[in-house]
């Protein structure tokens, strides 16, 4: 089945910096790669997802770039705020099951002011 | 609009007892995804429905786990015997349609086996 990890495991950076958490995959027909964002206590939520069309995708402060080659992924996200601090997670299809997906282990940002 | 709902929101229960967490998806989705999230973790799929199909449970760590979906809607995840390592959060998400769409989280169901 489909693997997918996630790096770092911790992020910590000043208000202003940015931010760059990774993901890589194994599974090469992979076509959908969203990033959730949990905070404590909430279940995860959407923030940027891209599929195997394009190899970039902005919005706003937040970008994700796809290397399909290199089966690989990345949240990138600029002037940190706060706000930002959460419990960030990459996914990739799950395999044989077309819709479920498999999660990464998570980044803990925590962005200081 | 609404989103996905789930309750409780908090189950404390003792080991060997049966216990039964129920998800309210989005009204229209098609969808809908157990998944188990342990502390510290990532999240673990557990079950997924998609319409009339048979639901694929290949996540399911047991047979003391179930799920059903009545109607295409409401969903009852069901630990029968629970045990300590039974102990996590346990999200249900749901979708329009299914396979590569957005999958909406609910708040989760924080299940502690004493």
């Known amino acids: 089945g489909e693997n997918v990890e996630q790096h770092p495991s911790t992020l910590s950076v000043q208000e202003g910096d940015s931010a760059v958490i990774k993901c890589t995959y194994s599974d090469s027909a992979s076509n959908y790669f969203p990033w959730y964002k949990q905070e404590l206590g909430k279940g995860p939520q959407l923030i940027i997802d891209?599929?195997?069309?394009?190899g970039e995708k902005k919005d706003q402060r937040i970008a994700v770039t796809l290397n399909k080659t290199a089966k690989h992924f990345s949240l990138h996200i600029t002037e940190t705020q706060p706000e930002d601090s959460a419990v960030y997670f990459c996914?990739?299809?799950?395999?044989?099951?077309?819709?479920?997906?498999?999660f990464g282990q998570g980044t803990i940002l925590t962005v200081h002011p | 609009g609404a989103g996905v709902s789930q309750s409780p929101s908090n189950k404390v229960t003792e080991k060997g007892k049966d216990v039964e967490l129920r998800c309210d998806p989005i009204?229209?989705?098609?969808?809908l995804y157990w998944y188990r999230q342990s502390l510290g973790q990532g999240l673990e799929f557990l079950i997924y429905f998609q319409g009339n199909s048979a639901p694929d449970k290949s996540g399911l760590p047991s047979d003391r786990f179930s799920a059903e979906r009545t109607g295409g809607s409401v969903s009852t995840l069901t630990i029968q015997r629970t045990q300590q390592e039974d102990s996590a959060v346990y999200l249900c998400?749901?979708?329009?349609?299914?396979?590569?769409?957005?999958?909406?989280f609910g708040p989760g169901t924080r299940l502690t086996v004493l």
């Open positions: 891209i599929r195997s069309n394009v």
């Open positions: 998400a749901s979708s329009l349609v299914g396979g590569a769409d957005t999958q909406y």
């Open positions: 996914a990739g299809p799950g395999g044989t099951s077309y819709g479920k997906l498999t």
């Open positions: 009204s229209g989705h098609t969808a």
